[in-house]
């Protein structure tokens, strides 16, 4: 079945860079997205990548896609304090809706 | 670019009675809005897929008579839950896609709403 998963915490200092990864299951995956949520609010979408490409920067935010391993990654340099949040990717899949993974919970250290 | 409002915020209903959440797109039409549903620490879950002027489709596991959706507008589309139990306490968020937009399906999210059933 589709499935997204995600590691569930990552802690970085400030400065430093952060990686985010994520696994998905549904090769038909047109986009993949990733978003940020901030406590108590919405999502916010971040950037996205389109199936064919490998990889996409925007940014302080650089995504990585391995379409054969069906792994993607979000990097933000030079993590700031107003970085921490959970950070959820996506994939739009052939049946017309998101799934989205658990989230990674982003801690950045002063 | 796109924004979609919810509301309430944040509300707190007794046992049995019924809440209804408000979902606008304020700058765009919305012939689909999506409406999720998040448990602590886990995901989003789509709940239902709402269609203006017609009926929303329900997700697998989802019951209609419970979570009661309405799209009457191109610019609104409401969410109730009915006969409310503790177990509905969640928070909800509702999303809604830009039509016409080329190149990313991307959709905008309201901020949510936490809903708790005491």
């Known amino acids: 079945g589709e499935d997204v998963e995600q590691s569930l915490f990552l802690s970085v200092r400030e400065g430093d860079s952060s990686v985010i990864n994520c696994t998905y299951t549904d090769s038909s995956s047109t986009y993949l997205y990733w978003y940020k949520q901030e406590p108590g609010a919405g999502l916010q979408l971040l950037t996205y990548?389109?199936?064919?490409?490998d990889m996409k920067q925007d940014q302080r935010l650089t995504v990585l896609l391995n379409k054969k391993d069906k792994h993607l990654s979000l990097r933000i340099a030079d993590t700031q304090t107003g970085d921490s949040a959970i950070y959820f990717c996506?994939?739009?899949?052939?049946?017309?809706?998101?799934?989205f993974g658990t989230g990674t919970r982003l801690k950045v250290l002063a | 670019g796109a924004v979609v409002s919810q509301h309430p915020s944040r509300v707190i209903c007794k046992s049995g009675t019924s809440v209804k959440i408000e979902c606008r797109s304020l700058d765009f039409q919305a012939t689909t809005m999506f409406w999720y549903r998040q448990f602590p620490k886990q995901s989003l879950m789509l709940m239902a897929t709402s269609n203006e002027g017609s009926k929303a489709t329900y997700e697998q596991g989802v019951e209609k008579d419970k979570f009661l959706i309405n799209h009457a507008s191109l610019t609104l589309s409401t969410l109730t839950v009915t006969s409310a139990h503790p177990e509905d306490s969640s928070f909800y968020i509702c999303?809604?896609?830009?039509?016409?937009?080329?190149?990313?399906?991307?959709?905008?999210f309201g901020s949510g709403t936490r809903l708790t059933v005491v």
């Open positions: 999303s809604a896609r830009e039509p016409d937009r080329a190149g990313n399906y991307g959709y905008t």
């Open positions: 996506a994939e739009w899949t052939g049946t017309y809706k998101y799934i």
């Open positions: 990548i389109f199936s064919n490409m």
